[in-house]
């Protein structure tokens, strides 16, 4: 008993932050005007009724404006997954831990999806993984959970997160990975490693992925290696919050303008 308390507990912890877009008061306040003024016009006096003509129209001019300023990511559905977790922290240089960095650059990402008015899901909001404590194979039942939960979601494209290392230091920058034969995958890949290789100091090609997420996923995603731990550069930058917060930023406007060109609104 205590111990199915424990496991429930455990479990409980799983839970997916999902958005629920705010209700847009702005429009009812906008709508509540435009009524006003239209009522004003027509039963004010002269010197109201003009005055109300002109706010109209600039009310007009305004929204035509803002026709241009269209959010694609308004009715889509994100998935971010932050690698690793629990005692998985991924790769590591000294004490900075890939898991850790993965969780906080996708926490920004997932906020300013939000923002933006976009539903978004992450795959864990702290240090834990996804496997049930009495998994025989923690890595393996986390990986499936991850895929369960991003196949489930009615997700219109995933982002799984990870860093990279290697025996030279001097390998550095982003790369991104997508499924194998899945034609969507790719595309997405080659319009994300297209932007994001303004970061690279060399530009790097999107690969085909041998991992679990992406060999096991029938949603269409990638999985963007965001910089190389071994890599003295990429470390810096990685452990400066506005480096994080300014990929973030690139890599939300990214999915936004694949989104636009998908959707042809
Ligand atoms: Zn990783």
């Known amino acids: 008993m205590v111990l199915r308390v424990l496991e429930e507990l455990h479990n409980s912890q799983n839970v997916n932050l999902q958005t629920t877009k705010n209700l847009d008061y702005s429009k009812f306040f906008c709508l509540f005007t435009i009524f006003i003024l239209f009522f004003i016009l027509f039963i ?5 009724k003009k005055n109300c003509f002109l706010i109209l129209i600039f009310i007009f001019l305004t929204s035509c404006f803002n026709i241009n300023k269209t959010n694609y990511l308004i009715d889509s559905v994100i998935f971010i997954d932050p690698g690793h977790g629990g005692n998985d ?6 004490d900075v831990f890939e898991d850790e960095l993965n969780l906080k650059l996708s926490t920004i990402l997932y906020e300013m999806i939000l923002d933006d008015g976009g539903i978004c899901y992450l795959s864990r909001v702290s240090d834990y993984d996804l496997s049930s404590m009495y998994a025989k194979n923690h890595k393996i039942e986390d990986l499936k959970k991850r895929v369960q939960y991003i196949d489930s979601l009615n997700t219109t494209l995933f982002i799984s997160l990870h860093l990279n290392y290697y025996s030279s230091s001097k390998v550095n920058g982003i790369q991104v990975f997508y499924q194998k034969q899945n034609q969507e995958s790719k ?3 080659i319009f994300l490693q297209d932007i994001l290789n303004v970061e690279n100091q060399r530009k790097k090609q999107c690969k085909v992925g041998d991992y679990f997420i992406l060999n096991n996923t029938t949603s269409l995603g990638v999985l963007i290696e965001y910089g190389f ?7 810096q930058r990685l452990l400066d919050d506005n480096y994080l917060n300014h990929l973030a930023k690139l890599i939300k406007s990214s999915i936004s303008e694949y989104l636009k060109n998908k959707l042809k609104y």
Do not use: K, V, W
Not at 44 to 48: F, S, T
Not at 229 to 235: A, I, K, V
């Open 187 to 189: 595309e997405l890949a």
């Open 89 to 94: 922290n991924g790769t590591s240089y000294l």
């Open 44 to 48: 004010g006096e002269n010197i109201l």
């Open 229 to 235: 731990l071994s890599s003295e550069y990429d470390r």
